[in-house]
């Protein structure tokens, strides 16, 4: 009997659905976790790679290229709470998955996250340094979003899934929750591949600075997960050996806001900007 369920959705993502896949059945039989993964407008083999990778795993194909139809499609092929939100490239073990559900099967809170590990190996000294900085950040320590993984109870469920769709999902996840209702674990670790090259990195902060700034239009975010001038000179006095990583960080952080403007203005909050180094 499923004692969580996994809704994965997945857009083209042929090169990392097989290790996202086996590394959830690590530490787990095989009839624990319900796992769905919804194909969205995918253009690859996607669907095939991840029936080969899990055979276990129920495999759903739709048209619609949009990662919030996929969810919830998802949400709609599953009855089984605890349910883990879980990103196609991210790499999460069966065995922490469980840990992540223990803090809400005791009900002691709604939501839980792991700990990430964001492996620098082939990463460009720029994109290394902005991840130091990123880290480091008190939101970002705290906050649920940037995993990759979000868990719900099924009263936190109903609670998300009352909120606008939106391009930020795992903010709005870990914004609709104080510090009492969520958890990062620390004995569970979600492995987030980073973006190797400082194009790509950019890249992908433009979507996210995209998606940060219609969650605050739609008032959702909360004001302490935006990392202002205080929090950075703050860092810059408590972390000095972070003092040089800082102007990379604020560079990637200003391109990100210049060429999210387009979008903005433009109300288009579809368009995925996505890095592909990560994925390779």
Not at 255 to 267: C, D, F, M
Request: with cysteine; aromatic share 4%; hydrophobic share 45%.
């Amino acid at each position: 009997m499923a004692v969580a369920s996994v809704i994965i959705p997945a857009h083209n993502e042929a090169a990392t659905i097989g290790r996202n896949l086996r590394a959830l059945r690590e530490g787990t039989s095989g009839a624990e976790l319900d796992v769905v993964v919804v194909c969205n407008g995918c253009t690859d083999h996607t669907a095939e790679a991840a029936r080969q990778a899990d055979p276990q795993a129920r495999v759903i194909e739709i048209q619609q290229p949009s990662k919030a139809e996929a969810v919830r499609v998802g949400n709609a092929a599953t009855d089984v709470f605890p349910r883990i939100h879980l990103d196609a490239d991210i790499e999460l073990t069966g065995a922490a998955a469980l840990r992540l559900i223990e803090p809400i099967t005791a009900e002691q809170v709604l939501a839980t996250a792991p700990r990430r590990d964001v492996p620098r190996t082939g990463c460009s000294r720029w994109v290394r340094w902005y991840y130091d900085v990123w880290e480091a950040l008190p939101q970002v320590e705290s906050g649920l979003f940037g995993r990759g993984v979000v868990v719900l109870s099924e009263q936190a469920q109903a609670r998300v899934s009352a909120l606008p769709r939106m391009m930020s999902d795992d903010l709005g996840m870990s914004d609709s929750f104080s510090g009492t209702e969520r958890r990062v674990v620390p004995g569970a670790v979600a492995v987030v591949h980073p973006p190797r090259t400082l194009r790509d990195l950019v890249r992908r902060r433009v979507r996210i600075a995209t998606g940060n700034a219609q969650a605050g239009r739609l008032g959702v975010r909360r004001p302490a997960s935006r990392t202002g001038v205080r929090t950075l000179l703050g860092l810059a006095v408590s972390r000095p050996g972070l003092a040089l990583r800082l102007p990379v960080f604020v560079a990637v952080h200003v391109a990100a806001q210049l060429g999210a403007r387009r979008a903005l203005k433009a109300g288009d909050f579809t368009t995925w900007q996505r890095d592909e180094s990560s994925r390779t």
